[in-house]
């Protein structure tokens, strides 16, 4: 429950009696203070309202005059010479008028005293919007304040002339603003207020305070948010343009749009108010002050006599002998009995308090060493595997020593070379940690001082000492190790070798100094527990480290092959897209003679593009990922494919590959293709490292239900050493300078890959360098009788298509030989060699598909995709992404920039018509 003084509590009870004075009295001053209010502002109302009277009336004066010269003969008889004379010698006559001014129907200005007679413009030369309205209205018309020809400001008021009840002239009087300053200046303006005077469009014709620089100037925005209000009078509190705050009222003229403020300082309409309020509020501090110093009297006098109940209740909880004083408050003295009673009981149990107090103390101290000791411990686990970086390791090793256990922590590490280099010297405060740490770079124990750390880590044993006082540090042998003791405050030590899976990693010491504190054998057994769990803790950091350097060099070498091998793979298979579809044109051609060369290229082109794709993920066939097409085949016809394989590498040889075949059918399941790539990598790795007149044999067996098939060499041989690991990926043998027999060491790891992906063996032997050697390569023979060889494909006749193609290839002979191709089967092709070519050539070219490289100089295919995209002129384009970059990113990357299909090169065209069919057939939208 919340407490309160009595002294408050009267001083509250005080006010209660004089707070419902104080608002009634508050109610009636606010009540004056509004009625004060409504007076202020109906005076200013009335004030705006006769200043308003005085310029309509100035306004209505010169209609009036214009009135009586419209009335004149001269304009009858159409006179306007004369009339210019006239109009003149009134002008000398009205000095606050600028100008006079006559136009006809039309409104081409005849007279206009501004200006020499014949010299006057043709053109009013002021705002006509008042001119327009009087010729519409046939009545008169003031006009919004404007510059005139020569740039002085005026108002233009004007009045039509009729005759035979049609509009003949309309006659226009120019007057200056300073008019209506003047017209201002003779009423009755209060002497701190200002006026100002605004036409229909806001624009400030005369201002009582400096009129001349803020003639055509917008109201303050404050009293323009006033005036936008609909009714013609307002009253409220806006800035001035001098930034004062002002009670402004305003009474616009519903004839003419005019509006007229008047404006007073706040300070001014405001100072009644606060005499009132300071009255009232006088009042109410004095009621206030009265009411409150009778109220402390009466609470004194309860008071006094309280307070020295509670000073000798302190007095008691302190054990110290009570004062006190009678008091004719019967209740106060019941309570001075009561503590006095208390005072008595309480002395008896004292003593024995003290007593079991003093055991428990005991009892208590013991226990919680235990419990830290027990908490170090247990926190030291949670502390060392939070991170395993070996310096966040030796912080935290160093925070769990210091300084519950010990005043300074040193750990010293032995680096990758063996030798020990000073790893943390802690101490809880940072600046003699800093000090420490560079006195333990310069000094160094030597590894024969018992007590180094270096001494630790040589012999792997403990150290334990204590210092009674600092000339003890004298009997210290070595002289650095002395040095860096005094330099600590050393008073007693404990140094523990840091041993982890049979290893020492360095050393810990734990040093008292300051505190004075010795190192008892509980301490000692707690560091060195301590330090056992710190060993694992920085060999595990270590270790990891270790491993994270290694995972890493790994990740860069994935890297740089991945990259290394998709752009290889890219530059290769552009070539191949045309020589694909020159093929294919060749065909088309139907010209029997080159059938068998046409044939022979068409199978290399499709060897070399299996290749090229194997070669882009080299991980997928080391996981054998590879995919094969299994069907009956004989091998004979595996060994002629492979002998075609390599018919390049035979030109120029002294001695050909002595082919000694079965005569028996040797029928395996298996994929042609990549058995003929498992000979050729054999035959191509013999001749590499065969001397162009040593011998080449390849045998072709059938034995005990296997075939076999064997290539010996007598070249260069196989060392011993890399005999176990020459079917590794990327294992080679010592190479020449010249690497005119080198590779990339895939050869080999694809030949065992695919082989026992057939369910067969591969084997290597070698006498040694120089003595040739043999690869043997065993399948499952298959019984069943092969079908019957299928004919050679021909190119299916495709119908006549119909469609427009745009294809967009840097590779000239790419772009061209396939818009051959196309053109050929029936398409309307355009080529352009870049994106920008391209974007061009749509404005003319009306495309329904485009075949896009990706490849492209300075802006590629990806971003021409979502540039054609994004327009929605486009919207129909379908997109076709040709390109030698064929991996699963490349194609993901692909479908991301909204292409329809992605196509590696090369690609059939048989291929390429079917999808081109196909995506022209599909509905757009």
């Known amino acids: 429950?919340?407490?309160?003084?009595?002294?408050?509590?009267?001083?509250?009870?005080?006010?209660?009696?004089?707070?419902?004075?104080?608002?009634?009295?508050?109610?009636?001053?606010?009540?004056?203070?509004?009625?004060?209010?409504?007076?202020?502002?109906?005076?200013?109302?009335?004030?705006?309202?006769?200043?308003?009277?005085a310029v309509h009336g100035e306004l209505r004066r010169s209609i009036a005059v214009l009135d009586t010269l419209a009335a004149s003969p001269l304009l009858d008889a159409d006179d306007s010479q004369g009339y210019d004379a006239l109009a003149r010698r009134v002008m000398e006559t009205l000095p606050d008028w600028r100008a006079m001014i006559l136009s006809n129907a039309a409104g081409q200005v005849l007279?206009?005293?501004?200006?020499?007679?014949?010299?006057?413009?043709?053109?009013?030369?002021?705002?006509?919007?008042?001119?327009?309205?009087?010729?519409?209205?046939?009545?008169?018309?003031?006009?919004?304040?404007?510059?005139?020809?020569?740039?002085?400001?005026?108002?233009?008021?004007?009045?039509?002339?009729?005759?035979?009840?049609?509009?003949?002239y309309v006659l226009t009087g120019v007057l200056k603003p300073e008019i209506f300053l003047a017209v201002v200046q003779r009423q009755n303006v209060p002497p701190d207020g200002v006026v100002a005077v605004f036409d229909a469009a806001n624009r400030r014709v005369a201002r009582s305070r400096q009129g001349n620089q803020t003639v055509g100037a917008p109201p303050s925005p404050t009293l323009l948010q006033l005036m936008?209000?609909?009714?013609?009078?307002?009253?409220?509190?806006?800035?001035?343009?001098?930034?004062?705050?002002?009670?402004?009222t305003y009474v616009r003229l519903p004839?003419?749009?005019?509006?007229?403020?008047?404006?007073?300082?706040?300070?001014?309409?405001?100072?009644?108010?606060?005499?009132?309020?300071?009255?009232?509020?006088?009042g109410f501090l004095l009621s206030l002050l009265l009411g409150g110093a009778v109220a402390l009297t009466v609470a004194r006098r309860i008071s006094r006599p309280i307070v020295a109940l509670r000073e000798a209740a302190t007095a008691l909880g302190r054990g110290e002998p009570l004062r006190l004083a009678a008091s004719d408050i019967i209740e106060v003295q019941a309570v001075a009995d009561a503590l006095g009673a208390s005072a008595e009981q309480r002395a008896r149990h004292e003593a024995e308090r003290e007593r079991l107090l003093d055991a428990e103390r005991v009892a208590r101290s013991a226990a919680e060493q235990a419990r830290q000791r027990l908490e170090q411990l247990a926190s030291s686990g949670s502390?060392?595997?939070?991170?395993?970086?070996?310096?966040?390791?030796?912080?935290?090793?160093?925070?769990?020593?210091?300084?519950?256990?010990?005043?300074?922590?040193?750990?010293?590490?032995?680096?990758?070379?063996?030798?020990?280099?000073?790893?943390?010297?802690?101490?809880?405060?940072?600046?003699?940690?800093?000090?420490a740490a560079e006195l333990g770079q310069r000094l160094r124990g030597a590894a024969e001082t018992p007590g180094s750390l270096a001494w630790a880590v040589r012999t792997g044993r403990s150290y334990h000492a204590h210092f009674g006082a600092a000339a003890e540090l004298d009997e210290i042998d070595d002289p650095q190790l002395r040095e860096f003791a005094a330099a600590l405050g050393m008073r007693a030590h404990l140094?523990?070798?840091?041993?982890?899976?049979?290893?020492?990693?360095?050393?810990?010491?734990?040093?008292?100094?300051?505190?004075?504190?010795?190192?008892?054998?509980?301490?000692?057994?707690?560091?060195?527990?301590?330090?056992?769990?710190?060993?694992?803790?920085?060999?595990?950091?270590?270790?990891?480290?270790?491993?994270?350097?290694?995972?890493?060099?790994?990740?860069?070498?994935?890297?740089?092959?991945?990259?290394?091998?998709?752009?290889?793979?890219?530059?290769?298979?552009?070539?191949?897209?045309?020589?694909?579809?020159?093929?294919?044109?060749?065909?088309?051609?139907?010209?029997?003679?080159s059938a068998f060369e046409r044939g022979v290229?068409?199978?290399?082109?499709?060897?070399?593009?299996?290749?090229?794709?194997?070669?882009?993920?080299?991980?997928?066939?080391?996981?054998?990922?590879?995919?094969?097409?299994?069907?009956?085949?004989?091998?004979?016809?595996?060994?002629?494919?492979a002998m075609e394989l390599v018919q390049p590498a035979l030109q120029g040889r002294q001695r050909p590959v002595e082919l000694v075949l079965t005569p028996q059918p040797a029928r395996v399941s298996g994929d042609a293709v990549r058995l003929a790539q498992v000979v050729s990598n054999l035959l191509t790795n013999a001749l590499k490292f065969t001397p162009p007149d040593g011998a080449i044999e390849l045998r072709l067996a059938a034995v005990d239900g296997w075939v076999e098939v064997a290539v010996e060499d007598q070249g260069a041989g196989i060392a011993p050493e890399l005999l176990p690991h020459v079917f590794d990926l990327f294992v080679q043998g010592e190479q020449a300078l010249d690497r005119r027999t080198g590779g990339l060491g895939l050869g080999l790891a694809i030949v065992k890959t695919l082989v026992t992906m057939h369910g067969g063996t591969v084997a290597a032997c070698s006498d040694g360098p120089g003595q040739g050697?043999?690869?043997?390569?065993?399948?499952?023979?298959?019984?069943?009788?092969?079908?019957?060889?299928?004919?050679?494909?021909?190119?299916?006749?495709?119908?006549?298509?119909?469609?427009?193609?745009?294809?967009?290839?840097?590779?000239?002979?790419?772009?061209?030989?396939?818009?051959?191709?196309?053109?050929?089967?029936?398409?309307?092709?355009?080529?352009?060699?870049?994106?920008?070519?391209?974007?061009?050539?749509l404005d003319v070219f009306d495309a329904q598909l485009a075949v896009l490289d990706i490849g492209l100089p300075e802006i590629d295919g990806y971003e021409l995709a979502r540039r054609l995209r994004a327009d929605p002129r486009r919207a129909g384009l379908r997109l076709v992404a040709l390109t030698g970059y064929g991996r699963e990113p490349d194609r993901a990357r692909a479908l991301q920039a909204r292409f329809d299909e992605h196509l590696v090169k090369p690609v059939s065209i048989e291929r390429l018509l079917a999808v081109f069919d196909q995506l022209l057939a599909r509905p757009q939208g």
């Open 383 to 435: 502390l060392l595997s939070r991170s395993l970086e070996p310096e966040d390791t030796l912080e935290a090793v160093a925070s769990i020593i210091v300084p519950g256990v010990a005043d300074w922590c040193c750990i010293d590490l032995l680096d990758a070379e063996g030798q020990l280099q000073r790893g943390i010297a802690y101490h809880a405060d940072p600046e003699r940690r800093r000090q």
């Open 255 to 282: 004839e003419t749009g005019w509006t007229v403020a008047v404006g007073r300082p706040t300070g001014a309409v405001e100072a009644e108010a606060r005499r009132a309020l300071a009255a009232y509020a006088g």
């Open 495 to 593: 140094v523990v070798p840091l041993v982890a899976r049979g290893r020492i990693l360095g050393a810990l010491a734990a040093v008292q100094a300051e505190s004075g504190r010795k190192l008892g054998a509980d301490d000692r057994a707690l560091i060195s527990e301590l330090a056992r769990r710190a060993a694992l803790a920085l060999d595990n950091a270590r270790l990891y480290v270790d491993a994270q350097a290694a995972r890493e060099q790994a990740e860069q070498a994935s890297r740089a092959k991945d990259e290394f091998l998709a752009m290889l793979g890219h530059e290769l298979r552009n070539p191949l897209a045309p020589i694909v579809t020159a093929l294919h044109l060749m065909a088309r051609r139907a010209d029997p003679a």
């Open 228 to 248: 936008a209000s609909s009714a013609n009078e307002g009253v409220g509190v806006t800035r001035a343009v001098e930034g004062d705050r002002v009670y402004t």
């Open 601 to 641: 290229i068409e199978r290399q082109v499709a060897h070399l593009s299996r290749l090229v794709d194997d070669l882009l993920d080299v991980s997928r066939i080391t996981r054998g990922k590879v995919q094969i097409e299994r069907s009956p085949l004989d091998m004979k016809a595996v060994v002629e494919r």
């Open 773 to 841: 050697s043999c690869f043997v390569v065993r399948l499952p023979a298959l019984q069943a009788e092969l079908p019957a060889a299928a004919s050679e494909l021909q190119p299916a006749a495709a119908g006549p298509a119909a469609g427009r193609i745009l294809v967009v290839d840097d590779n000239l002979d790419a772009a061209e030989s396939l818009a051959l191709a196309l053109r050929d089967a029936g398409y309307e092709v355009r080529t352009e060699a870049d994106a920008a070519a391209a974007l061009l050539a």
């Open 1 to 53: 429950m919340r407490t309160v003084p009595l002294q408050k509590r009267l001083l509250l009870l005080a006010l209660a009696g004089i707070f419902p004075l104080a608002l009634s009295t508050g109610l009636a001053l606010g009540a004056l203070l509004r009625e004060q209010r409504s007076q202020a502002e109906q005076a200013g109302l009335e004030v705006t309202r006769a200043l308003a009277t």
């Open 111 to 168: 007279v206009h005293t501004g200006f020499p007679h014949g010299g006057m413009p043709q053109a009013q030369g002021m705002e006509i919007t008042s001119l327009e309205h009087a010729m519409h209205t046939g009545q008169p018309s003031v006009g919004h304040l404007s510059p005139g020809p020569h740039g002085d400001w005026g108002v233009p008021v004007r009045v039509p002339v009729r005759r035979g009840g049609r509009l003949k």
